[in-house]
């Protein structure tokens, strides 16, 4: 399955890799050329300062962005990434993926995504608290329930969305939709943690009822064991497979016999590593992409499948649990061999899914029960992979072509419609 483009180049950033899947859609869609302009160019875009009194006495500054791509669909909606390669086109990147991720899920928000130029794991925790207020009030005058809601996003979690929240609430009232990924304690949803996760594992299972594909004793290895990842891997069983290998960013693991991840999941809060995890080999994250398993599951970093290793990865099936860990290129050379890619904007829209549950129970003041949370998220998740494949069967395309062609098409639809332009 080709696309009718000419092979992306190998060098492109992070926002031009996601505007080139954006424009196979668009010349396909056929959308006009000024319409192509308005899409591939974040509505505004926000740089702060971020000043920190440390621990020590010293003032360190940190730079920091917020990024809204579209709000064609309804408010903004994305993450908050705190990471030391935070920078604003990693961020206008991530931000577009939301606007077609949301798209293709159909939950009424746009896409935006925040980032903070830092180590978290070099900060301590009154450190991390001072840093999120003071980027909260400097991004403070675009953000609302809304308006722009941020959530958890690598190097954040619940505890930095309840700082987020108390402090825009001290400065507008108390507006726990404001953000998104909250401890239960403060509006956070039942199984919002899990969401990712979740969401990559019934996309995969419904990938494999759609093509008949049998998953018991199908060999998995999981690139990344953060949130997402860790989920992904322990929920993963319950469609048969065998989880064979892990990594952080320390290092993988790999027993071909199969992993034991609940006592990996003991091991790793102990640890805070799955690297020395008892009875398992050790392994470089790069031999953990390229092993000879049936289904990789990148829930990492972005880029990590590129052109330098792509003609050496083995596993047929490769399920995008991250944002774009698959470089344009790269992904050319994956169809090309025949491997199956299962898209980011698929298969990890778990979260902005269970996102969208937590706003509308914030807005309505009504909590649901995770049973309900979790059925409904199977209902979403179940519905897109289906419309995705039915589209790849339709347009002769890939499912990451398929998504695209899903979520640019409502975009514009929604463009159009409001006539702003």
């Known amino acids: 399955m080709r696309s009718e483009v000419s092979d992306p180049p190998a060098d492109l950033t992070p926002s031009q890799a996601v505007n080139w899947f954006f424009f196979q859609a668009a010349k396909r869609l056929e959308i006009k050329e000024e319409l192509q302009n308005l899409l591939t160019n974040p509505w505004r875009e926000l740089a702060v300062e971020v000043p920190v009194r440390l621990d020590s006495g010293d003032l360190k500054v940190f730079k920091g962005y917020r990024v809204q791509h579209s709000g064609a669909r309804g408010p903004y909606k994305g993450g908050l990434r705190y990471h030391p390669q935070a920078a604003l086109d990693e961020v206008r990147a991530l931000a577009a993926l939301m606007t077609w991720k949301t798209a293709v899920v159909d939950v009424p928000f746009g896409g935006a995504k925040g980032g903070v130029q830092c180590n978290p794991a070099e900060l301590s925790v009154d450190e991390l608290n001072r840093l999120t207020r003071r980027y909260t009030l400097q991004i403070s005058p675009l953000i609302g329930p809304t308006r722009d809601i941020p959530a958890p996003d690598m190097g954040t979690n619940s505890q930095t969305m309840a700082w987020m929240m108390d402090a825009y609430s001290q400065r507008y009232g108390y507006s726990p939709a404001v953000v998104t990924g909250k401890p239960i304690e403060l509006g956070g ?20 009822s759609l093509t008949s594909t049998p998953l018991e004793g199908k060999t998995l290895a999981v690139q990344g064991f953060g949130q997402v990842g860790s989920w992904a891997a322990r929920l993963v069983g319950n469609l048969g497979c065998t989880v064979i290998a892990v990594s952080d960013v320390k290092g993988g693991i790999l027993s071909r016999h199969g992993l034991n991840v609940n006592e990996l999941l003991k091991y790793h809060s102990q640890s805070h590593t799955v690297v020395g995890f008892p009875g398992a080999e050790q392994i470089t994250n790069d031999e953990l992409l390229q092993l000879d398993c049936d289904i990789l599951l990148p829930a990492a970093i972005e880029a990590v499948i590129n052109p330098n290793n792509a003609d050496r990865v083995k596993a047929s099936l490769i399920v995008e649990a991250a944002n774009h860990p698959v470089t344009p290129l790269a992904d050319r ?41 979790n059925k409904e998220l199977s209902r979403v998740m179940s519905r897109t992979t289906q419309a995705a494949y039915q589209t790849a069967i339709k347009e002769d395309v890939s499912l990451r072509e398929a998504a695209y062609l899903i979520g640019v098409s409502r975009v514009v639809q929604a463009t159009e419609l409001r006539g702003s332009f």
């Open 189 to 208: 949803s039942y199984g919002r943690e899990a969401a990712t996760g979740r969401g990559v594992v019934n996309c995969l299972g419904e990938w494999a």
């Open 333 to 373: 050379v994956l169809q090309e061999s025949g491997k199956t890619v299962i898209p980011d904007i698929l298969a990890n829209a778990g979260g902005v899914i269970v996102s969208y549950f937590e706003w509308a129970q914030n807005t309505q003041q009504f909590r649901w029960e995770e049973e309900r949370v």
